[in-house]
C-alpha cells in the first residue's frame, strides 16, 4: 500500500470558497504531481514539484496554485473556487529509479 | 511533443479469459519507460507492470505481460486468467528519461470482467 494521502476525500463547498487540498508522503519522493481527472477519467497534469521550493504549472491551465515548503507536503489551494472546479484531484509521488508514481486516493471536489 | 493512445475506451472480458489492452505511442527519444497503471472503482491508481525501453525483452508480472514492439511504438498489455478484481481502468503511461521526466498518460481502457 503506498504511503500517500490526500484529504478530504470528498469536499462540497459554495461558489467563491477558498480550499486547500492536502497531500503528504512518507517515502521521501523529491517528484510530485497533481492530477485532474474528469468525467471520462483522463487524466490532466495540473501542477507537478521536482522538489522543495521547486513547482511548474502542467499542461492544462489551472486556476489553482501549489507550494512545496517541505518534501513530504504538496497542498494545492483554490482561492475563489467555481462550478467548474468540480473534478475528481489525484496526487501522485515519484520514485527515482524506476519512475513509477504513487498516487493518493483522491479527492473529489464538488462547487455548487 | 510526445503522446500515448489508447484506441479502446472499453473493454470486456469473461472470467478466466485473456484480453489484450492497446497502446500506441509517438516520441523521438531513444530512452524511456512505459508503463501500465490501473485504476480500480473508487480505489487508487496502482502501477500494474514497467517497461524499459532499451531492454528487449518483454516485462512480465504473474498474471499480466506485455508486447512491446519499440520500432512500431506499440505497448499491448495481455491479462491471462482474467479475475473480478481486475475490473478496472486502464492507463497507458510514458516517461521520458531526459529533460522534465514528465509523465504522458493515455486516456485509458475501461475493462470489465464477467463472471
Known amino acids: 500500500e503506498a504511503d500517500i494521502y490526500q484529504t478530504p476525500r470528498y469536499l462540497v463547498i459554495g461558489t467563491g470558497k477558498k480550499i486547500t487540498l492536502e497531500c503528504s508522503q512518507t517515502m521521501g519522493h523529491d517528484k510530485m504531481y497533481w492530477y485532474q481527472q474528469d468525467p471520462g477519467m483522463e487524466l490532466h497534469l495540473i501542477h507537478y514539484s521536482y522538489g522543495v521550493n521547486s513547482t511548474e504549472k502542467g499542461d492544462l491551465s489551472s486556476e489553482s496554485t501549489v507550494s512545496r515548503i517541505r518534501t513530504e507536503h504538496f497542498p494545492l489551494t483554490l482561492e475563489s473556487a467555481r462550478p467548474s472546479h468540480t473534478s475528481q484531484y489525484l496526487c501522485a509521488s515519484r520514485r527515482e529509479g524506476t519512475g513509477e508514481l504513487f498516487f493518493g486516493e483522491g479527492s473529489r471536489l464538488t462547487v455548487l | 511533443a510526445q503522446t500515448v493512445t489508447q484506441s479502446q475506451p472499453e473493454m470486456s472480458v469473461q472470467e478466466a479469459e485473456t484480453v489484450t489492452l492497446s497502446c500506441t505511442y509517438d516520441?523521438?527519444?531513444?530512452?524511456?519507460?512505459l508503463f501500465w497503471y490501473k485504476q480500480p472503482p473508487s480505489r487508487q491508481m496502482i502501477l500494474v507492470i514497467r517497461q524499459e525501453a532499451y531492454k528487449q525483452q518483454n516485462a512480465t508480472e504473474n498474471r499480466f505481460s506485455v508486447n512491446f514492439q519499440k520500432a512500431a511504438k506499440s505497448f499491448s498489455l495481455k491479462i491471462s486468467d482474467s479475475q473480478l478484481g481486475d475490473t478496472a481502468m486502464y492507463f497507458c503511461a510514458f516517461m521520458t528519461t531526459s529533460g522534465t521526466y514528465k509523465y504522458i498518460f493515455g486516456t485509458g481502457t475501461r475493462l470489465k470482467v464477467l463472471a
Open positions: 516520441t523521438s527519444e531513444n530512452n524511456y519507460y
